[in-house]
């Protein structure tokens, strides 16, 4: 086998200082995608730094009037949370869509955010990939690509982000808090956590080596009504063919890129006073047919339109 | 009739004095079960610590194997041997036979250096873990001289042929009554390629003593895998012993061996040592065998009343090259509806994928897709309700041998069903029942399949403290089987369940043919009915000799059995007292069934109701279930629970046949596109908010002396046709390209305007 070394420690600075300091070396929460990976010989960890002890699965209130989400708080604790329900439905009804009961019992705020795509090349190591292998090619991009990105693909990559949290948080404008190799913390949005393909789609996030998220910030829910829809071949237990995430007039979209997707010229068009049409194809517009996929593009402006009427009864169709 | 003794009638089964014939007691092995502690094959504890073993897989479709590199693999820690076709053990050539009686020829493994298909074993390693075993396996270099290949199914429809031997059944002039029919409907209808994604993964674990081997694996035919291992190793075939006490799921997909008995029972024997092998879950999507694909184009000619007078049914399916199987997407029709001028028959496309075979009601399951929506295309045509269309087209006799029907529930399925279900609600004008953003709608279907009994023995012993013990060499694949036989043991003898112990799965009790075909039930049944019945006769004649018996003397023709006792009117004792004394070793008798003299004289078959009703997101395409119930006619029911779990079951396939389920070559590889179950996606429980089944009081006397058939098959049967004529009423989109999933739905919201 792999062999690889593991430890848990108590101490957030000694996890991050464990991984930085050991090439290969992963963080393991829920471990509900990374023992996917390793069974299937994608992810080769040479050493596990498991962060199950520290001590990051409280929710508290903040100063400013939202909320500071441990990275460790299960995905069932958060959506079950009775301030997230009233304040954040959006969280609430994006989460409990996502994975399965048993998933999101393990599944961490830190972890949603960092699984990687469900892309079927991605999961068969018999086929070139870019991700697993930079530079061996892109296999969903002639092939069977039905569940692939419509916005911000690459030649080399036209994988999705499969979370749903991810796309609530984005449109709640939600951010990270993390601890870098050095011991400091940073903050960045979610929306800036998540990279494009590029020419390095092996590359998914902007964090350094060794830095670990520690908390998910959300800051006081914007006016407006909030909504979470997600269309998927079966009722549970179902990647996302595509969803739609509403807060206010915020928008993201979800599986639809290799990152949460913010809705900009959606969210322009309804300040500028488009009707709720308008403004989903305003975003739309810009998506891109890759061959399988392309019926996401009309089901996203469709499902957009209608959360959109939801969200805010009043506003015109 | 076959043998029931002519004094006993009425038989026990059927007069069910204590009434466990027909109740829904718990599963005889549920507990085992539950509680973790039934060992299925990978599980069973060797005599001593084996090896485990990892099968590689070919990356080509078809091609040949032009140089391939063990050294790392054989250097990487833990490795006891690397075995590809260069260096494995000789074996039979595939399809010889040493013994001329074997059910099953020679199945070699890492037979040579051609590639048949994606995912074919081509290097089997074994190590101390089975970790290490994958990482060797891993590091095994294979160069592929790759040949073009057959991939598409779709693209090449124009090339299906006739099957050997299989003519197109030609009955009246199909061509001239369709030209002339008023109502025509001619459509073309598309099942896909699907797996039986069983939750127990092909496995075996194997060890020798001498020159005879222990086989504990997973197969629905415990002959037929002794013999192919036999034939294969080139062995007798009593020097295997195969066991398959528990198998999580089969659903034909395990009918045959696979290479991990063999490369199992060689490498245990080349290691000295047991040896563990199972197929990965990725490698059950591509090496084992699948449902193909199926293409039907069905044509109905119809007077305006409904009657049908032109019925057409042709199906065009695939399997690999090398392994001829005919999916018989037609057969179904031949029976179902009447109509005086009819064409049925298959065509076959040769193609370079692995072997297409037997998937849960092989034929009906993808066949009824086709028939069961066109009839519903045809009623909304005629503006004819479609259990009416269905009715008027019910035939007096099978419509096309003409032979009576055993008997034939269908009309009584479909009205008692349809009363159930509330059909009345039903609006037959589509898009008009709206709630919120759904589109609601209801559709039914017919369902219909074969009874078969196929030769059985078993035995049974009763031992001096009265526990009776029925062996067969048959399989319980999770249906229910052990506990159907320890009912009609009990029954029949007279006993309590906790008096009767059943053991199944092992080649050296008295042989039954396992599980498939929805005819394990009668034939396994049948079979330990008559071992019972001849333990009885047995008793009786012990207990009447033995001038200590209080029934000495007596008449046998008056025995009964109840209660644990042995009787004639007020003279009796129990059965441990009668054997204890008399029979202190035990007795022990064996049973056989064969099919009867009449057994073809007659059109046998299951039947049922479909009744759907569903949802369409009209936002987004999604078509979620509301409601489902099905009435099925199947012979006496033997176990009101475990049947109607065999049907839901089947229902819930069904439900996965028209929204879900499916697989997708990606023609520039050969392999499969899902080949995980997060990929391949079945119902989930949420999926399925509201289902349920009833059966109709029924005994079929020409089936059995029990009167029983088989349920296994028959709930899949039509499921998913009633799912997706409901589709259309509820939205008027009309889909015949299964499965109906959001993106194609939605197309055809849009094109409606929607």
Same mark, same amino acid.
């Given at each position: 086998m792999r062999p690889f070394t593991y430890e848990r420690p108590t101490d957030v600075a000694a996890a991050v200082k464990a991984v930085a300091a050991t090439p290969g070396a992963k963080f393991l929460a829920g471990g509900t995608n990374l023992l996917d990976l390793m069974k299937l010989d994608i992810e080769q960890p040479t050493h596990l730094v498991d962060v199950n002890r520290l001590p990051l699965a409280g929710i508290e209130d903040t100063p400013q009037g939202g909320l500071r989400i441990g990275s460790m708080v299960t995905n069932s604790h958060l959506a079950a949370d009775a301030r997230v329900r009233s304040r954040y439905s959006v969280l609430t009804q994006a989460i409990v869509s996502g994975g399965s009961g048993q998933l999101r019992n393990k599944a961490t705020a830190g972890g949603n955010l960092l699984q990687r795509t469900r892309c079927a090349y991605f999961y068969d190591p018999s086929k070139p990939c870019n991700k697993r292998?930079?530079? $061996?090619?892109? $296999?969903?991009m002639e092939g069977l690509n039905r569940n692939s990105a419509i916005f911000g693909a690459s030649d080399a990559c036209i994988a999705t982000h499969p979370s749903d949290m991810a796309v609530a948080l984005t449109a709640l404008g939600a951010g990270v808090e993390t601890m870098t190799a050095d011991g400091a913390t940073r903050s960045l949005a979610v929306a800036d956590l998540h990279r494009l393909p590029g020419d390095t789609p092996h590359l998914e996030t902007n964090l350094a080596a060794g830095e670990l998220i520690t908390a998910v910030i959300l800051p006081p829910a914007p006016p407006g009504g909030q909504v979470y829809r997600k269309a998927r071949d079966r009722a549970s237990y179902a990647g996302g063919l595509a969803s739609v995430a509403v807060v206010g007039n915020q928008v993201a979209f979800g599986a639809v890129a290799h990152k949460p997707w913010r809705a900009e010229k959606t969210e322009a068009a309804l300040a500028g006073g488009a009707s709720a049409v308008e403004a989903a194809h305003a975003e739309l517009a810009g998506a891109q047919d890759n061959g399988k996929n392309g019926f996401k593009i009309a089901l996203v402006a469709r499902m957009t339109a209608d959360a959109l009427g939801q969200a805010s009864p009043g506003r015109g169709a | 009739m076959s043998s029931v003794k002519d004094w006993a009638a009425p038989n026990p089964v059927t007069e069910n004095r204590s009434g466990i014939i027909g109740k829904g007691v718990d599963r005889y092995e549920g507990k085992l079960k539950v509680t973790g502690t039934a060992a299925y094959a990978y599980e069973v504890e060797p005599p001593s610590a084996p090896a485990y073993g990892y099968l590689l897989a070919a990356t080509i479709a078809k091609g040949r194997i032009t140089a391939i590199d063990t050294a790392a693999a054989e250097a990487s820690p833990g490795v006891k041997l690397v075995w590809t076709h260069l260096n494995v053990p000789r074996q039979a050539r595939r399809g010889e036979r040493i013994n001329p009686r074997s059910q099953r020829p020679s199945n070699p493994a890492l037979a040579g250096d051609r590639i048949e298909f994606f995912g074919q074993p081509v290097a089997f390693v074994a190590a101390d873990t089975w970790e290490n075993a994958r990482a060797a396996a891993n590091l095994i270099a294979v160069t592929y001289a790759a040949e073009p290949a057959v991939l598409d199914f779709r693209a090449s429809l124009d090339q299906a042929e006739m099957p050997q031997g299989e003519e197109d059944v030609l009955i009246g002039d199909f061509e001239g009554a369709y030209a002339k029919a008023p109502a025509q409907i001619d459509e073309t209808y598309f099942s896909p390629l699907q797996n039986h994604v069983q939750m127990e993964p092909c496995a075996t674990t194997a060890w020798w003593e001498g020159d005879k081997v222990t086989v504990h694996t997973s197969i629905q035919m415990v002959k037929g895998g002794q013999h192919s291992l036999a034939e294969t190793l080139a062995i007798p075939s009593e020097k295997v012993h195969l066991l398959t006490r528990y198998i999580g799921g089969g659903f034909g997909g395990k009918g045959q061996a696979y290479d991990d008995l063999v490369l199992a029972a060689l490498g245990a024997q080349a290691l000295g040592q047991p040896l563990k092998l199972s197929y990965t879950r990725q490698q059950m999507f591509q090496a084992t065998i699948h449902r193909p694909a199926v293409s039907m184009r069905v044509r109905l000619g119809a007077e305006p009343? &409904?009657?049908?007078n032109a019925f057409a049914v042709e199906a065009i399916t695939h399997c690999a090259r090398s392994a001829p199987f005919v999916e018989h997407a037609a057969n179904f029709s031949r029976n179902l509806y009447a109509a005086p001028n009819r064409l049925t028959g298959h065509r076959l496309v040769k193609m370079d994928i692995p072997h297409a075979g037997p998937m849960r009601a092989p034929g009906e399951a993808p066949g009824m897709l086709s028939l069961e929506c066109a009839m519903d295309e045809l009623a909304e045509k005629l503006g004819i309700d479609p259990i009416e269309l269905r009715l008027r087209n019910e035939p007096d006799v099978d419509p096309e041998t003409g032979k009576p029907f055993s008997i034939r529930q269908l009309t009584e399925c479909l009205n008692t069903g349809a009363q159930r279900f509330g059909w009345s609600r039903r609006n037959p004008k589509p898009g008009q029942v709206r709630d919120g953003r759904w589109l609601v709608g209801m559709g039914m279907a017919a369902a219909i399949r074969g009874n078969f009994l196929l030769p059985a023995k078993a035995g049974v012993r009763i031992d001096g403290t009265g526990i009776i013990t029925l062996r067969q060499g048959m399989t319980d694949i999770g249906t229910g089987t052990y506990t159907i036989l320890a009912q009609i043991t009990a029954e029949t003898m007279g006993v309590t369940m906790d008096q009767v112990k059943i053991e199944l799965g092992d080649s050296e009790f008295p042989p039954a043919p396992g599980s498939g075909g929805q005819f394990g039930a009668a034939t396994a049944g049948s079979a330990a009915f008559e071992a019972n019945m001849n333990l009885r006769k047995a008793l009786a004649e012990l207990a009447i000799g033995d001038p200590n018996s209080p029934l000495y003397g007596g008449d046998p023709t008056y025995v009964t059995f109840g209660n644990g006792n042995i009787a004639i009117e007020n003279r009796s004792e129990s059965l441990a007292t009668l054997v204890s004394r008399a029979a202190p070793e035990g007795v022990y008798v064996e049973g056989a069934i064969s099919p009867a003299a009449d057994a073809r004289d007659y059109s046998q078959h299951t039947y049922g109701g479909h009744f759907a009703e569903v949802g369409v997101d009209t936002v987004t395409g999604e078509v979620r279930m509301r409601k489902m119930f099905g009435v099925f006619a199947a012979g006496r029911i033997l176990n009101a629970k475990t049947a109607k779990s065999q049907v839901t079951g089947g229902m819930i396939w069904g439900v996965g046949a028209a929204l879900t389920e499916g697989n997708v070559v990606d023609n520039r590889y050969g392999s499969f596109i899902n080949q995980d179950m997060a990929g391949y996606l079945v119902p989930t429980h949420a999926d399925i908010v509201d289902l349920d089944a009833i059966f109709l009081e029924e005994a079929d006397d020409k089936a059995n002396p029990m009167g029983i058939k088989g349920?296994?098959?028959? &709930?899949?049967?039509?499921a998913g046709a009633a799912v997706a004529n409901a589709i259309y009423n509820a939205c008027g989109v009309r889909l015949r390209d299964f499965p109906m999933t959001p993106d194609k739905v939605l197309e055809g919201l849009m094109a409606k305007g929607l």
């Open positions: 292998h930079p530079g $061996s090619g892109c $296999s969903a | 009343d &409904g009657r049908l349920v296994g098959e028959l &709930g899949i049967c039509g």
